[in-house]
């Protein structure tokens, strides 16, 4: 069956523009979370959705990124104006309940 | 300190050889532990979860200290196939985010 699916595969922006990141879990999975991979630095979670609430947005590093979950399904996660420092890959999983989480190939976003 | 930590390597063995990574973490408030696997450029992909009493799969086995906040990954009958990074991950008790170490490289030589 169809695994989880991020679009752009590959992104590269001009610092101070916005970005729009894209995932569709895999079908029928409650669950969505987002994670981002710098160089050298292990994952770090971002933010995680039930449903389309989300009950932990702890790991949102500044008012800069948002996210939000429509109808039970695809997200998007927002950067405005971004920074150098936002260079990263940005990896969505989705999980059943509190099962295993499946991650997507993930956005590498590359800021000049 | 960083949550979950492991040493980076890389570890470089011969095929057939019987290699263990190990783990630390530092948060007490964490339950669930597990060993994802990630190959060059590619998602993270989970291996196994690892369980109190020690758990094995087929060439690989999982070990779980509580008291010394240690975890181990020890494969056996090492492959070609088996070059990736590992990833030891820790889960907080009442907590969906996962929390993962920096990785330990495995390269495994013909």
């Known amino acids: 069956g169809a695994g989880v699916s991020q679009s752009p595969s590959n992104k590269v922006t001009e610092k101070g523009k916005d970005v729009e990141l894209r995932c569709d879990p895999i079908s029928g999975h409650t669950a969505l979370y987002w994670y981002r991979q710098s160089l050298g630095q292990g994952l770090e979670f971002l933010i995680y959705f039930q449903g389309n609430s989300a009950p932990d947005k702890s790991g949102l590093p500044s008012d800069r990124f948002s996210a939000e979950r429509t109808g039970g399904s695809v997200s998007t996660l927002t950067i405005q104006r971004t920074q150098q420092e936002d260079s990263a890959v940005y990896l969505c999983?989705?999980?059943?309940?509190?099962?295993?989480?499946?991650f997507g190939p993930g956005t590498r976003l590359t800021v000049l | 300190r960083k949550e979950v930590e492991q040493d980076p390597g890389p570890f470089n063995v011969p095929e057939g050889a019987t290699v263990a990574f190990n783990c630390t973490y530092s948060n007490s408030a964490s339950q669930s532990f597990f060993w994802y696997r990630q190959d060059c450029r590619k998602e993270p992909k989970l291996l196994m979860s690892?369980?109190?009493s020690g758990n094995e799969d087929g060439r690989f086995t999982a070990q779980l200290n509580r008291a010394s906040q240690y975890i181990s990954l020890l494969i056996r009958d090492s492959k070609l196939s088996d070059s990736a990074t590992y990833l030891c991950v820790a889960n907080r008790s009442g907590r969906r985010a996962l929390t993962f170490g920096s990785g330990t490289r495995l390269q495994v030589q013909p």
């Open positions: 999983a989705s999980s059943l309940e509190d099962r295993e989480q499946f």
């Open positions: 690892v369980y109190s």
